[in-house]
């Protein structure tokens, strides 16, 4: 099967999949989400993931359509069905089904999965960004299903013929449109404090975690635009897209002052990613970046 969709119990290719029109997602948004990636049909940091969608069920009152357990189990038993070694796999949970009403619902919430084909973009690529104020209301630590400011950025990026849109308030850097950004400065790595301004990304938690293995400090405080354009080196990070660098930003040339701590760090996430999954021998034969990726997520 090349790809598989799943709708309150119904499963079916993703081009067959109907969604009942009175699915609050439709009038409001309302829900949240999560995604990941799948190799060698393991899903990657699963119970990381699991954990935050809990979490932002929680913080937006959602009641859970299952337990933990009963998701994990149902996401990895249709990775399973699909045909392909490397999967993106994607869940939500809207608030239910109901006439348009704002006030919540009665009854339960409705869950989607999807799995699908993917690639990886080559960690030794790097990558081009550009900017735009960033207008999202003051829940950016849900991931909800609510995208329309990320999709303009998206398309920003599109047509200027970059990666992502590295997201500003004021001259503070928050993340970028479906990424967290960081700098290199100084032989520290500089992180925007998870607060409500951006999502904590598991991918980016990580990068941190691979930052302190070898000995790179980290401080978790606000920077600016001034401070990414003159950056050693841009990193960033997504659920399939572990740790890439910039060199360019707002159509200028950035980064490239410490290629030996980037491909360092690179090392250590692909090297954990490997090792979860269980594919240290495919890649090893293939090189470490290997052709593992080629898409932005």
Known sequence: MEDLGYYNGIYGR??????????RVHFFGDGVYDATCSINKVIYLLEEHLERFFRN???????????????????NCMVEKVDGDAL?????????TAPRNHAFPEGRSNLWITITPMTFRDLEQRVALTSM?????????????NLIPSVMAAEKAAEEDCFETVFHRGE?????????????????????PNDRYILEGIAKRHLLMACKSIGIPVTEKEFTVEQLRQADEILV???????????RFEGKMVGGKAPEVVEQLQQ????????????????????????????SN
Not at 14 to 23: A, I, K, S
Not at 57 to 75: D, G, N, Q, V, Y
Not at 175 to 184: F, K, P, R
Not at 269 to 295: L, N, P, S, W
Request: glycine share 6%.
């Open 88 to 96: 993106f796999v994607y869940w939500q949970a809207t608030r239910g």
């Open 172 to 192: 503070i850097v928050t993340e970028c449109a479906h990424s967290n950004v960081m700098i290199l400065q100084g032989g520290r790595l500089l992180s925007h």
């Open 133 to 145: 104020e960033d207008t999202r209301y003051l829940h950016c630590n849900i991931k909800t299903l």
């Open 268 to 295: 250590v996430v692909m090297r954990e990613f490997q090792i979860y999954c269980g594919v240290e021998d495919k890649v090893a034969k293939e090189g470490v970046h290997g052709t593992f990726c080629d898409c």
């Open 57 to 75: 069920l929680a913080l937006l009152r959602i009641p859970a359509p299952c337990t933990k357990l009963e998701l994990e189990r149902e996401l």
């Open 237 to 247: 990070t997504s659920s399939s897209n572990f740790c890439l660098a910039a060199n």
């Open 14 to 23: 993703m081009d067959e999949m109907t969604v009942p029109m009175n699915d």
